[in-house]
């Protein structure tokens, strides 16, 4: 066991963290292609399995299966731990475990652990990590017995299942149902009681822990973390902007929402709105809607949740450093301030450096799959299904089952990319160097 952590520790903290995700992908893989997981008594194929595990674990939710018809009970189980442990994080549930027991963690055991979590320091890690383990497990349990009860006139005894299961996949953000047929919601954009709990879940968990700890003990606005009120400002904006345009634009669309009364329009737009940043969920049929609402739909999924939540995406925080920096150069201020506090110029260009990284591997991966699939789709939908799966959202416009196999091992390594970061992933494959040697400033043009 001490020859084993000596051999890990020698890994970077970045490189530990995409192994634990890695490590989980292959057990879960290998679970599902057993025959006891699919109705089929045949296990999935490899691919399949990898894909399947690998969004799960990753909180993504696009499929090459249908979890209602083709997984068994025991496959149902595996897909329900994947994202749990997904959600939060293997390292973060290995860590709790192992300090509770307690067990005293090295200064480059912390540096992992703060990496994880996506932390600057390393003050009150597991302080943090056990209430992300107790709001977890308490919002899950209270939505799952209402959902239970939603379910029972229609599934009976089985609606503690469902109601188990969607709650833990709208929370983690992953965005699986068990309701079949891939239609996700579609059936059930007039269930509103259903449609504000999937969504209350979701808002929950892309917000992150912090923030729900903060708003928890703390009661005034002014007290607030800026990290907190940033996040609060962004989802709510985002939200509002994503609802509007969204309804604006599918008002007359009789294939999507055209046909309902204008408060089912909005309903159905704002749930859009919050499952398009992360989890996944969808209440119309996304291949029939207008141009202009998969645009929108692509800029939430890219910008994604919040930090230290169970989604992806560039992060609302990151985006919203980068709007306030564009601001400031417009107005000719070098300092950028928010909310009283000033923003350092190291976060700012960490702000823009994980833009532009995500930026250029989802237009990169996005050329990939459109060769791969040598323009049989539109390049909008190659472009919607890339960026969904980067930003761990997992809404498909039909077209996830049709990929070959190159063609989801592409998209299995930018949901793995989407879901530990793209700073850390880049981070993991550079070795960073410090040079001593300072050179002469000369300017060039730009613009």
């Not at 939603?150 to 969607?166: Q, R, S, T, V």
């Not at 009120?229 to 509002?240: E, G, Q, R, T």
Request: glycine share 8%.
């Amino acid at each position: 066991m001490d020859k084993l952590k000596h051999i890990l520790l020698r890994f970077k903290p970045t490189q530990l963290i995409i192994m634990s995700f890695i490590f989980m992908i292959m057990l879960g893989t290998l679970l599902l292609m057993l025959p006891i997981s699919t109705t089929n008594n045949a296990g999935l194929h490899p691919i399949d399995a990898l894909f399947v595990a690998t969004s799960a674990s990753c909180v993504v939710g696009l499929t090459v299966v249908d979890l209602h018809n083709d997984l068994t009970i025991f496959g149902t189980i595996v897909m329900l731990f994947l994202i749990q442990i997904g959600g939060l994080g293997i390292m973060t549930l290995a860590t709790l475990a192992v300090h509770t027991l307690g067990y005293r963690f090295r200064l480059k055991e912390n540096i992992v652990l703060k990496e994880s979590l996506n932390q600057g320091g390393q003050a009150g890690l597991f302080e943090l990590i056990s209430r992300m383990i107790k709001y977890t497990f308490a919002i899950e349990s209270f939505f799952a017995i209402v959902l239970a009860i939603h379910f029972y006139p229609e599934f009976g005894a089985k609606c503690i299942g469902y109601g188990i299961f969607h709650s833990v996949s709208a929370f983690c953000n992953a965005g699986f149902d068990l309701f079949g047929n891939y239609d996700s919601l579609c059936k059930r954009n007039d269930d509103y009681f259903l449609m504000t709990c999937i969504g209350l879940l979701i808002i929950l968990g892309g917000i992150g822990f912090t923030v729900i700890s903060d708003v928890l003990h703390k009661k005034f606005w002014r007290k607030y973390s800026l990290h907190t009120k940033i996040v609060i400002v962004m989802n709510a904006a985002l939200i509002l902007f994503g609802t509007l345009l969204i309804f604006w634009v599918e008002y007359y669309n009789p294939d999507t929402v055209g046909n309902l009364s204008i408060p089912a329009q909005l309903a159905n737009a704002c749930f859009t709105s919050i499952s398009c940043r992360t989890a996944g969920f969808n209440t119309f049929d996304l291949a029939q809607a207008e141009q202009i609402t998969l645009l929108t739909m692509i800029i939430l999924m890219f910008i994604g949740a919040s930090p230290l939540s169970t989604g992806g995406g560039i992060k609302s925080t990151t985006f919203f450093i980068i709007l306030q920096s564009m601001w400031a150069v417009f107005r000719g201020k070098r300092e950028l301030t928010i909310f009283g506090r000033q923003i350092s110029q190291d976060l700012r260009d960490q702000a823009y450096a994980i833009f532009t990284m995500g930026t250029i591997w989802v237009v990169l991966a996005g050329i990939i799959l459109s060769a791969i699939d040598e323009e049989v789709h539109d390049l909008e939908v190659v472009i919607f299904e890339t960026v969904s799966g980067f930003g761990t959202v997992g809404m498909g416009i039909g077209i996830t089952s049709e990929w070959s196999m190159w063609g989801k091992l592409v998209l299995t390594l930018t949901m793995l990319v989407g879901r530990v970061g793209i700073m850390t992933f880049m981070l993991s494959l550079i070795t960073q160097k410090k040079s001593a040697i300072k050179y002469p400033k000369e300017d060039i043009m730009i613009g």
